[in-house]
């Protein structure tokens, strides 16, 4: 075969390699949780922050794609461990109704998550804030310098975590960290922040490992269908997985709570769907019963647990342990991650670049900000 001319072969090491910012972003998740625990620390944040808490009083979590599945997963957490009502509203669904939300969730603390804050929904909500007094709003961001911050009374930011891909990885998991930290401060639970902080050191070798296994699974079975199933808070971390596979390769995804999936959904299992289990300890032992019954349906399995079983190994195509024994919600950020290397993995093997993914913008800007739709409702 002719060689190719010199410069087309030196013009191909300049091409980017295709999802080397995202698996770099995955890879680095350690050290950027790391580092978050070591700023919250060390700048005091936490102290700072859990003033917000007094008196407690119920929060509303406002934001969008991969922010707004981290706010469902931290008001979930929040509620249960700070006894108080936590809730979360996509900005555009604020936006529709603001005060309706207000007067149905009581809230008087506002978190407006945001990774760019710069995401025009989530910049009108914090407008609209801006000139409610009984409200203090916190900006959480990875952005230094945001309109965001410029209009909430409080923010905390996560620089070191920001990513330069489109898709939202290590910046979902220390965003996700911070809050849990912030909220055991709060809740004084001193055993889920060590475990918290400690969470890099278990983490690093078990990710090299992890993604292996996920690399090789991807690279032998092709699925047209992608099912992400989890309960309690796993089922927003079931949400934030089928985002991660439906921006990084373009595939049809979908999250269910684990024991709906027998009510109608199961109509999809087949040997081309690919149906994830987060497991939960609750559930688990039901989860597992499903799991066999779809295995046995012929659909492919992959279930991501603590702790497997022998009739989880029997039941599973791709079986992933996370094997740490801190307290299940400090387990969370690490949950996240299979789907993310499952996300990269069917991508690049499909041709595609999960680093600028089709149709993807890493920030949503809408048009001008002054056709504001609850301006012109009157909302
Ligand atoms: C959130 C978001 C991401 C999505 C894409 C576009 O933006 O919707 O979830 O993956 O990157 O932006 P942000 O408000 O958190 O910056």
Redesign the pocket.
């Known amino acids: 075969m002719r060689k190719k001319p010199r410069a087309a072969r030196e013009a191909r090491n300049f091409a980017p390699i295709p999802a080397q910012h995202t698996l770099s972003e995955i890879f680095s998740q350690p050290a950027a949780w790391r580092e978050t625990s070591r700023q919250l620390e060390q700048r005091g944040m936490l102290e700072q922050l859990s003033k917000l808490f007094f008196p407690r009083s119920p929060w509303l979590f406002i934001?969008?794609?991969?922010?707004?599945y981290l706010s469902q997963v931290v008001a979930t957490l929040w509620t249960g461990q700070l006894q108080v009502s936590c809730s979360a509203v996509p900005a555009s669904e604020f936006l529709f109704a603001p005060k309706e939300t207000l007067r149905r969730t009581g809230a008087q603390r506002v978190a407006l998550?945001?990774?760019?804050?710069?995401?025009t929904e989530?910049l009108r909500a914090a407008r609209l804030l801006e000139a409610d007094r009984s409200i203090v709003t916190l900006g959480v961001?990875c952005n230094a310098d945001s309109p965001l911050e410029k209009l909430c009374a409080r923010t905390l930011k996560l620089t070191w975590a920001n990513e330069k891909s489109?898709?939202?990885t290590r910046?979902f998991t220390s965003m996700l960290l911070a809050f849990e930290q912030l909220g055991a401060k709060v809740a004084d639970d001193a055993e889920l922040i060590s475990a918290l902080v400690g969470l890099p050191e278990k983490v690093e070798p078990w990710l090299e490992a992890t993604a292996g296994k996920i690399q090789d699974f991807a690279g032998k079975r092709r699925f047209t269908d992608f099912v992400f199933l989890g309960q309690g808070a796993h089922y927003w971390m079931a949400q934030e997985a089928a985002?991660k596979i439906t921006?990084m390769s373009s595939s049809y995804a979908q999250a269910y709570h684990t024991l709906e999936f027998r009510h109608g959904p199961r109509a999809i299992a087949s040997r081309d769907t690919l149906i994830t289990f987060l497991l939960s300890e609750a559930a688990a032992e039901e989860e597992t019963l499903l799991v066999s019954e779809m295995k046995e349906l012929g659909a492919a399995t992959f279930v991501v647990a603590n702790h497997a079983t022998k009739t989880l190994e029997r039941a599973s195509d791709l079986l992933i342990e996370l094997r740490l024994d801190e307290p299940e919600f400090a387990r969370l950020a690490p949950l996240a991650i299979p789907a993310q290397l499952l996300g990269a993995a069917v991508g690049l093997r499909k041709g595609l670049d999960p680093d600028t993914p089709k149709n993807?913008?890493?920030?949503?800007t809408l048009r001008r900000d002054g056709d504001d739709p609850a301006k012109r409702r009157g909302a």
């Open positions: 934001a969008c794609g991969s922010s707004y998550v945001s990774r760019s804050g710069e995401t989530v961001t489109t898709v939202m910046s985002l921006e993807l913008s890493r920030v949503v």
